[in-house]
């Protein structure tokens, strides 16, 4: 996977100025089309609410593309924000690879 420091592009953006907004689609419609609360619509396309495997089958279905492009664009957005966010950073930095040097493996 290639990480980078510019930041992907977010679900919600991905949602709102590629299907939404071309389409000619309001977050009501595809609430009704979706079947998803309007709120949780809404959250979607504010970056509030993360997309989840059912909503992203549910999305797919709408929109006729695949529930992993929805996954990856939500996995793409929370690896760089882990790897960006001072805090996250430095607490995945301490972990050691089991190849770390003092590592003893157990006698079998």
């Not at 100025?17 to 977050?27: K, S, Y």
Request: proline share 5%; hydrophobic share 40%; aromatic share 4%.
């Amino acid at each position: 996977m290639l990480l980078t420091k510019r930041k992907p592009v977010s679900v919600g953006t991905l949602l709102v100025e590629e299907f939404l907004e071309p389409l000619g689609l309001t977050q009501t419609e595809l609430a009704e089309r979706s079947g998803l609360p309007r709120k949780h619509v809404n959250e979607l396309c504010r970056d509030r609410r993360a997309i989840t495997a059912d909503t992203a089958l549910i999305l797919a279905k709408v929109f006729g593309n695949s529930a992993d492009f929805w996954l990856n664009t939500q996995r793409r957005i929370d690896l760089w924000e882990a790897l960006n966010t001072p805090r996250r950073a430095e607490r995945i930095a301490r972990a050691l690879p089991l190849h770390a040097k003092g590592h003893h493996e157990k006698a079998a």
